[in-house]
């Protein structure tokens, strides 16, 4: 997940398989501590057209965004981020359990958020981005 206005990603989620209900829950446990946002862009994986992220996002206010099936450019944040997601992570990581792969994605999430500096936020890295927002809308 990637937070569009901050640049953040609050959540990476290792699985062997990604269905609505597991996506649904991780966005309920997010919620907790972020949250509710007001809209999800989303593609058009099963996980997303699942009844179960339908249910979630009409029960908690939220709006499911869809981009037009083959046009992954309408998502060019989380495009960007997959990529370098893969290239940096997931395709030289060895991941000798489910328990691994979450600890290596989490260390990779936190240097992602806190360590670099993205040039579309003013060359700060999102959790600075976000507390400089924070501390002028409080």
């Given at each position: 997940?990637?937070?569009?206005?901050?640049?953040?990603?609050?959540?990476?989620?290792?699985?062997?398989?990604?269905?609505?209900?597991k996506v649904a829950r991780a966005?309920?446990r997010l919620a907790v501590t972020?949250?509710?946002?007001?809209?999800?862009?989303?593609?058009?994986?099963?996980?997303?057209?699942?009844?179960?992220?339908?249910?979630?996002?009409?029960?908690?206010?939220?709006?499911?965004?869809?981009?037009?099936?083959?046009?992954?450019?309408?998502?060019?944040?989380?495009?960007?981020?997959?990529?370098?997601?893969?290239?940096?992570?997931?395709?030289?990581?060895?991941?000798?359990?489910?328990?691994?792969?979450?600890?290596?994605?989490?260390?990779?999430?936190?240097?992602?958020?806190?360590?670099r500096p993205h040039s579309s936020?003013?060359?700060?890295?999102?959790?600075?981005?976000?507390?400089?927002?924070?501390?002028?809308?409080?």
């Amino acid at each position: 997940m990637i937070d569009k206005f901050s640049r953040e990603c609050p959540l990476l989620e290792a699985s062997f398989s990604l269905t609505g209900v597991k996506v649904a829950r991780a966005l309920q446990r997010l919620a907790v501590t972020r949250g509710y946002p007001r809209t999800i862009t989303v593609d058009n994986g099963s996980e997303f057209i699942s009844a179960a992220l339908d249910e979630w996002a009409h029960k908690n206010g939220v709006t499911l965004d869809f981009i037009r099936p083959g046009k992954p450019v309408e998502n060019a944040f989380i495009e960007s981020f997959n990529g370098r997601l893969r290239d940096e992570c997931l395709n030289v990581s060895v991941f000798h359990s489910l328990e691994d792969a979450q600890e290596k994605l989490e260390a990779w999430r936190k240097d992602y958020n806190d360590v670099r500096p993205h040039s579309s936020i003013q060359n700060l890295t999102p959790t600075e981005f976000a507390e400089q927002h924070r501390k002028r809308t409080a």
